[in-house]
């Protein structure tokens, strides 16, 4: 009896840790799911979708917007004014570049173009952009755009061919892909590069004569590069462009083919192309271009179908997140809120639930029916309860079990819970800590004073050449030169008496306001709809403010720009 008692806790306890294990295995799965915002182009417009896939929101309708990349403080960076190119035939390419809010608001052109280009890449530490431009005789060259400041050349060979540009991670690097011949006896074809800002430095990461390599991207954490291959040799795959994997300088590169449950099957061609990390560099996203029509066909005959799709760079199966998208890329720098209320979101250390798990009880239950069998067993010999014990016996066994189940069950759940509630702060890395600081506000306005009477609110500064007083369209910037003028730019929902709205500027590094809070210098109220307001000087050094406003000593919004 005693040991048909003891077998019955033992089997009990295996159940309990088979069913910890899967419980404990599904919430690791469950933490490290892919998250964030992914933008991409469908339809000539540029759409966000979470990495699940859901909350899927067409942010633009003008049918004139592609090339999105994600700016420094989480701004969308898209091409637009398309135009033909005359040596591409009806294909067409963007000549201006705009940035925007999440949801489509702000929009603010940065710039205009000489010629079209293809290809942006922005940068996740400083309001940089580079892009490729195509020059007149159908060659590329690589240009650096400082947001405010003129671009900047760094190939200066319009014949040769300069393509999909993209920042290092420390945004010191620009990484890209050229067409050229490593010697004289080779096919022309296009490897991967690496190069400085100042276009110097140039360094060969990707090479193969037979090969044409296009799209690389480094991790955040800068120990994988990503890129993708066209290719006439035979991999054993039906593609004809296909994703590749490798070491941060290009060694060990890699074909990166996850698995996608079948939905390949069926096709004559699956191309994979434009990939790019997740923020913690454990995923990819990236374009899938299939056709089930024989590759001889005319392009009137030949349909393609267009999908984004998300897999582990470990390698494991792929996720559609998206149909008819394309140009996939992941956001990475911090989610930029609408208008003045400053409703940016931070980047602050991130504290899970203190409560016990289900995997705690579970492993608890399991740890407590095992001791509970073990010490029965042991005080059934002690004891000398044997064979068919009576009423007092197995009152003794049911005490003994009980006893040290609870006991050990205990213990068990309160030493899991303290392990994972001295784990549950996950501290952020330099590069969040970063971010966090670069959108951090000195303090908090008050959003709902603010959308009482603002529905936008921004800095600006007027164009080159402009003298003060005089009529101008106001440029949207949040970068300043010593020589240029801070302006209030905005749309007021109420009229603003005189004397209520009144402005600050503070210090961020040195902690210290160099323009105290005092009234708009302005003549009467402020009306209701556009306005530009006080374009003063600025008179203090380089470095970054912030710009307060204030609606009857009410502090509404705080406006974060630079000077350099």
Same mark, same amino acid.
Request: charge should be neutral; include cysteine.
């Given at each position: 009896?005693?040991?048909?008692?003891?077998?019955?806790?033992?089997?009990?306890?295996?159940?309990?840790?088979?069913?910890?294990?899967?419980?404990?295995?599904?919430?690791?799965?469950?933490?490290?799911?892919?998250?964030?915002?992914?933008?991409?182009?469908?339809?000539?417009?540029?759409?966000?979708?979470?990495?699940?896939?859901?909350?899927?929101?067409?942010?633009?309708?003008?049918?004139?917007?592609?090339?999105?990349?994600?700016?420094?403080?989480?701004?969308?960076?898209?091409?637009?004014?398309?135009?033909?190119?005359?040596?591409?035939?009806?294909?067409?390419?963007?000549?201006?570049?705009?940035?925007?809010?999440?949801?489509?608001?702000?929009?603010?052109?940065?710039?205009?173009?000489?010629?079209?280009?293809?290809?942006?890449?922005?940068?996740?530490?400083?309001?940089? &952009?580079?892009?490729?431009?195509?020059?007149?005789?159908?060659?590329?060259?690589?240009?650096?755009?400082?947001?405010?400041?003129?671009?900047?050349?760094?190939?200066? !060979?319009?014949?040769?061919?300069?393509?999909?540009?993209?920042?290092?991670?420390?945004?010191?690097?620009?990484?890209?892909?050229?067409?050229?011949? $490593?010697?004289?006896?080779?096919?022309?074809?296009?490897?991967?590069?690496?190069?400085?800002?100042?276009?110097?430095?140039?360094?060969?990461?990707?090479?193969?004569?037979?090969? #044409?390599?296009?799209?690389?991207?480094?991790?955040?954490?800068?120990?994988?590069?990503?890129?993708?291959?066209?290719?006439?040799?035979?991999?054993?795959?039906?593609?004809?462009?296909?994703?590749?994997?490798?070491?941060?300088?290009?060694?060990?590169?890699?074909?990166?083919?996850?698995?996608?449950?079948?939905?390949?099957?069926?096709?004559?061609?699956?191309?994979?192309?434009?990939?790019?990390?997740?923020?913690?560099?454990?995923?990819?996203?990236?374009?899938?271009?299939?056709?089930?029509?024989?590759?001889?066909?005319?392009?009137?005959?030949?349909?393609?179908?267009?999908?984004?799709?998300?897999?582990?760079?470990?390698?494991?199966?792929?996720?559609?997140?998206?149909?008819?998208?394309?140009?996939?890329?992941?956001?990475?720098?911090?989610?930029?809120?609408?208008?003045?209320?400053?409703?940016?979101?931070?980047?602050?250390?991130?504290?899970?639930?203190?409560?016990?798990?289900?995997?705690?009880?579970?492993?608890?239950?399991?740890?407590?029916?095992?001791?509970?069998?073990?010490?029965?067993?042991?005080?059934?010999?002690?004891?000398?309860?044997?064979?068919?014990?009576?009423?007092?016996?197995?009152?003794?066994?049911?005490?003994?079990?009980?006893?040290?189940?609870?006991?050990?069950?205990?213990?068990?759940?309160?030493?899991?819970?303290?392990?994972?509630?001295? !784990?549950?702060?996950?501290?952020?890395?330099?590069?969040?800590?970063? $971010?966090?600081?670069?959108?951090?506000?000195?303090?908090?306005?008050?959003?709902?004073?603010?959308?009482?009477?603002?529905?936008?609110?921004?800095?600006?500064?007027?164009?080159?050449?402009?003298? &003060?007083?005089?009529?101008?369209?106001?440029? $949207?910037?949040?970068?300043?030169?010593?020589?240029?003028?801070?302006?209030?730019?905005?749309?007021?929902?109420?009229?603003?008496?005189?004397?209520?709205?009144?402005?600050?500027?503070?210090?961020?590094?040195?902690?210290?306001?160099?323009?105290?809070?005092?009234?708009?210098? &302005?003549?009467?109220?402020?009306?209701?709809?556009?306005?530009?307001?006080?374009?003063?000087?600025?008179?203090?050094?380089?470095?970054?403010?912030?710009?307060?406003? #204030?609606?009857?000593?009410?502090?509404?919004?705080?406006?974060?720009?630079?000077?350099?």
């Amino acid at each position: 009896m005693a040991k048909s008692l003891v077998g019955k806790w033992l089997i009990l306890g295996v159940i309990f840790l088979i069913i910890s294990f899967f419980i404990f295995s599904n919430q690791s799965l469950a933490q490290t799911q892919p998250s964030g915002k992914i933008a991409f182009v469908k339809s000539d417009n540029i759409w966000l979708v979470n990495a699940d896939g859901a909350d899927l929101k067409q942010i633009t309708t003008d049918n004139d917007s592609d090339l999105p990349c994600w700016l420094y403080d989480g701004r969308l960076v898209v091409g637009r004014a398309h135009q033909t190119h005359p040596k591409y035939g009806i294909q067409k390419f963007p000549t201006e570049i705009w940035v925007m809010n999440l949801d489509g608001s702000g929009v603010e052109l940065l710039l205009k173009t000489e010629r079209p280009f293809q290809d942006l890449g922005c940068s996740t530490k400083e309001p940089k &952009i580079t892009y490729s431009q195509i020059g007149a005789d159908s060659g590329r060259d690589i240009f650096l755009f400082e947001i405010d400041g003129t671009p900047k050349n760094l190939t200066n !060979q319009p014949s040769s061919g300069y393509a999909s540009p993209s920042f290092s991670p420390d945004g010191k690097r620009i990484l890209f892909s050229k067409y050229y011949r $490593k010697d004289p006896s080779d096919d022309i074809h296009s490897a991967l590069f690496s190069m400085n800002l100042s276009g110097s430095d140039e360094q060969l990461l990707v090479d193969d004569p037979m090969e #044409y390599y296009s799209g690389p991207v480094l991790s955040p954490i800068g120990d994988k590069l990503a890129f993708w291959r066209a290719s006439s040799r035979n991999v054993g795959i039906h593609d004809s462009q296909y994703l590749m994997l490798a070491n941060a300088d290009g060694t060990d590169a890699k074909v990166f083919r996850p698995d996608f449950g079948g939905a390949d099957q069926g096709y004559t061609r699956w191309d994979t192309s434009r990939p790019d990390f997740s923020a913690d560099g454990k995923y990819l996203v990236f374009e899938v271009r299939a056709n089930k029509v024989e590759p001889e066909a005319t392009p009137e005959t030949s349909v393609w179908e267009d999908s984004i799709w998300v897999a582990p760079v470990e390698g494991g199966k792929a996720t559609k997140i998206a149909d008819g998208g394309a140009e996939p890329v992941w956001q990475k720098g911090e989610a930029k809120a609408t208008t003045g209320a400053t409703e940016s979101v931070k980047t602050q250390p991130t504290k899970k639930s203190n409560k016990p798990t289900a995997s705690d009880i579970a492993i608890a239950t399991a740890v407590g029916a095992i001791a509970s069998a073990a010490f029965t067993l042991i005080m059934s010999k002690v004891t000398g309860i044997k064979g068919k014990p009576g009423a007092g016996g197995l009152i003794k066994l049911a005490v003994y079990a009980l006893t040290t189940f609870v006991v050990a069950g205990t213990i068990s759940v309160v030493v899991a819970w303290k392990i994972r509630s001295s !784990q549950n702060i996950t501290q952020p890395s330099t590069t969040e800590t970063e $971010k966090a600081e670069s959108v951090q506000l000195s303090e908090e306005p008050n959003t709902a004073k603010f959308k009482e009477y603002f529905s936008d609110l921004y800095l600006a500064k007027p164009p080159p050449g402009v003298e &003060i007083p005089a009529s101008f369209e106001a440029i $949207k910037t949040t970068t300043f030169s010593p020589s240029d003028r801070l302006c209030i730019l905005g749309s007021a929902n109420k009229i603003i008496a005189t004397g209520a709205m009144a402005t600050a500027i503070y210090d961020v590094t040195n902690k210290k306001y160099v323009k105290e809070k005092s009234p708009l210098n &302005i003549t009467g109220p402020v009306p209701t709809g556009s306005f530009t307001e006080e374009c003063k000087p600025i008179t203090f050094p380089a470095g970054k403010y912030e710009r307060k406003i #204030y609606i009857n000593d009410v502090l509404v919004a705080v406006l974060p720009f630079l000077v350099r």
